[in-house]
């Protein structure tokens, strides 16, 4: 994975410099021993093309209650090929479906980030007047399923 988010491009809306291996590691322990807070749930997968199993980027969703917060990340050679709309629709559907409890999907993306948004659009969020740190807060309201009891 540290080849695929190694680019420094990939920082050009969301800030900072790409992780060298070793921090990328230290991230990565961190992520998989789970929140340290027991009401946050943190999901996160990497993204693999289907063809020759070649990583490509990553997917994930810090849950917090009935809240969701999804992002994503595509290599920058595999951007444009449909990766991270597919990614965050099976990410979305997987939070809203199958879990029943998460009632609101959110995502912020940079309002000059047309791709992302794109992305969010494609994964059923819209976009809201609500702002934080200079990116536009994107969400779905997810209904109550009669089939699932929370």
């Known amino acids: 994975m540290a ?3 190694g680019d420094p491009a990939l920082h050009a809306f969301i800030g900072g410099v790409p992780d060298t291996p070793a921090a990328l ?3 990565y322990a961190r992520l998989v021993a789970g ?3 027991p009401g946050v749930r943190w999901l996160n997968w990497v993204l693999r093309r289907r063809a020759d199993a070649c990583l490509v980027g990553t997917v994930q969703a810090t849950v917090t209650g009935e809240v969701a917060e999804i992002a994503w990340v ?3 050679p595999w951007q ?6 597919e990614a965050a629709r099976g990410l979305v559907a997987r939070l809203t479906r199958q879990s029943g409890s998460v009632r609101t999907v959110v995502a912020h993306v940079h309002p000059d980030h047309h791709a992302s948004a794109s992305v969010a659009a494609a994964a059923g969020l819209s976009p809201t007047d609500r702002e934080q740190d200079g990116e536009t807060r994107w969400e779905l309201t997810v209904r109550a399923r009669p089939d699932i009891k929370a």
Do not use: I, M
Request: hydrophobic share 35%; net charge positive; aromatic share 6%.
């Open 25 to 27: 590691r230290a991230r």
């Open 80 to 85: 444009g090929r449909g990766f991270a709309s």
């Open 35 to 37: 929140s340290p807070d």
């Open 3 to 5: 080849q695929v988010l």
């Open 74 to 76: 595509v290599g920058t």
